[in-house]
């Protein structure tokens, strides 16, 4: 077998991996009629739960434990604080996955799109789903210094702030739509709006 | 040798078979005024198997004169296919103007980039130039499919499940083109009869497939979408951006900060 062959043969794998990869069908799919509360709903379902996720894992109840409890106490307590903080990443990813899920269908449903926008999205996927599993990785085996986590969760909180404001606009519009849609009988709604 | 070419005929007169009662049903179903050059895809191919039949008793088989019967007729084939994977995505993500105008152009691209490359990278004799063409087209008419399929994924299009099964088989059957092709280059003539009936088969699994789809009950009428204003997504889009983007950054941030603590 030569290299040619090597490479083409190479090639036709990779196809057929992507295929059968892009046919399993989407994790939840699709209800336009679903729309409005989803997107009402993306992207803050768990970042609401910051403040007592904050409070269980700070510093002061660990410093405070070392000094007073027995250390087997210290021990299980740090493993609980790690359990709640894979938790409580995992809980946010599906936070970032709303967000982005929303804003994939704000493009779909868009007349047009900025090429640049949607590949530096996909770029900015696959580096957040690579950072979040090396550090969910880290904080599994202890590495990763636990309170940092706040800085993803108020991230995010700011954008599922600014991204209830565009639902909210996107919903006007879309009663506008339909509103239009029955006055004019259904005829260019688009050239309407 | 003998009963390599008996099969060969047996599998020729049912590949005809098969493509003429998947063009009934095409007509039957009314889907040929939805896949027009799909149907004329079908149609060329008819006329190929038959037209080979006939040049083949006229000149012999192998020949000179039916080598390059057989890849220009080839030739027309695939430009056939690749107007029909063309109406296929269409098909798919048109009823969507804007991820549409992106993903015709990220495909006419990724094809035009395949061809190149496979093309150049394949080269070797003139006497395979029609091999490393066709499997030059072939590669890249595998990847048009599959660049579609992850378009489709990605943005959560509801794909038709006949225009799923459709990609599914030009995908299936190009990749195997392709492959077939490359074995052929390196063992050209001690595998070409092995390369016809390989080729014919796959045909027949890809007819197989798309004529189990057609002829499954129909589902209900896709609905048109309602677009959004295109001032939604010009605010919207930068800034999503940028968040992920300052998201991103604290989690290289996180990551180069952490050590072991305890």
Redesign the interface.
């Given at each position: 077998?030569?290299f040619?062959?090597v490479?083409?043969?190479g090639?036709?794998g990779m196809?057929?991996v992507?295929?059968v990869?892009?046919?399993?069908g989407?994790v939840k799919?699709?209800e336009?009629e679903a729309v409005p509360n989803g997107l009402r709903e993306a992207g803050r379902r768990h970042v609401s739960f910051l403040p007592p996720i904050q409070q269980a894992l700070g510093e002061t109840d660990d410093d405070f434990l070392s000094r007073r409890a027995p250390s087997v106490l210290v021990r299980r307590v740090?493993r609980e604080r790690r359990r709640i903080a894979l938790t409580y990443l995992s809980a946010l990813r599906e936070d970032?996955d709303s967000?982005?899920?929303m804003?994939?269908?704000?493009?779909?449903?868009?007349?047009?799109?900025?090429?640049m926008?949607?590949f530096?999205?996909?770029r900015?996927?696959l580096?957040?789903a690579w950072?979040?599993e090396?550090?969910r990785m880290?904080l599994w085996a202890?590495?990763?210094?636990i309170p940092?986590?706040r800085?993803?969760s108020e991230?995010?909180s700011?954008?599922s702030i600014?991204?209830e404001a565009?639902v909210k606009?996107?919903e006007e519009?879309?009663a506008l739509?339909a509103k239009l849609?029955s006055s004019l009988d259904g005829h260019d709604?688009?050239a309407a709006? | 040798m003998q009963g390599m070419a008996q099969f060969e005929q047996i599998l020729w007169a049912v590949n005809v078979a098969v493509g003429i009662v998947l063009l009934a049903l095409l007509i039957a179903r009314e889907k040929c005024r939805a896949f027009p050059a799909f149907t004329g895809y079908l149609l060329v191919n008819l006329v190929q198997a038959v037209s080979f039949y006939f040049a083949s008793r006229r000149w012999g088989y192998p020949s000179r004169n039916m080598w390059l019967f057989g890849w220009s007729s080839q030739a027309v084939v695939t430009f056939a296919r690749a107007l029909a994977v063309a109406e296929l995505c269409r098909h798919m993500l048109a009823r969507?103007?804007?991820?549409w105008?992106?993903a015709w152009?990220v495909l006419c691209g990724s094809a035009m980039l395949i061809i190149l490359y496979?093309g150049f990278?394949?080269w070797?004799r003139w006497e395979l130039a029609f091999p490393a063409l066709d499997?030059s087209l072939e590669?890249s008419i595998?990847?048009v499919?599959?660049i579609l399929?992850?378009f489709?994924?990605?943005?959560?299009?509801?794909a038709d499940p006949v225009d799923?099964s459709l990609a599914?088989g030009f995908?299936l059957y190009s990749?195997f083109g392709?492959?077939n092709n490359?074995?052929l280059?390196?063992y050209l003539y001690s595998y070409q009869e092995l390369w016809i009936v390989l080729g014919m088969l796959s045909f027949l699994a890809s007819l197989l497939l798309w004529t189990w789809a057609l002829g499954k009950p129909q589902t209900v009428p896709r609905?048109e979408?309602?677009?959004?204003?295109?001032g939604?997504?010009?605010?919207?889009?930068?800034?999503?951006?940028l968040?992920?983007?300052?998201?991103?950054e604290?989690?290289?941030?996180?990551?180069n900060?952490?050590?072991?603590?305890?």
């Open positions: 077998m030569n040619t062959m490479i083409f043969i090639l036709v196809l057929l992507l295929l990869w892009a046919l399993r989407p799919p699709w336009p740090r970032f967000l982005l899920r804003a994939t269908i704000i493009a779909r449903l868009s007349p047009q799109v900025a090429a926008q949607e530096e999205r996909i900015l996927t580096e957040f950072r979040y090396t550090i880290m202890g590495l990763a210094p940092q986590l800085g993803l991230l995010l700011a954008l600014r991204m565009a606009e996107m519009r879309a739509a849609a709604v688009d709006l | 969507y103007q804007g991820v105008a992106l152009r496979s990278a394949g070797r499997r590669l595998a990847a499919i599959v399929l992850l489709v994924r990605y943005y959560e299009v509801v799923r599914v995908c990749c392709a492959v490359t074995i280059d390196r609905r979408e309602t677009l959004l204003a295109p939604i997504y010009e605010s919207l889009a930068p800034q999503i951006n968040r992920l983007r300052t998201l991103n604290r989690l290289s941030q996180f990551w900060s952490a050590a072991p603590r305890r």
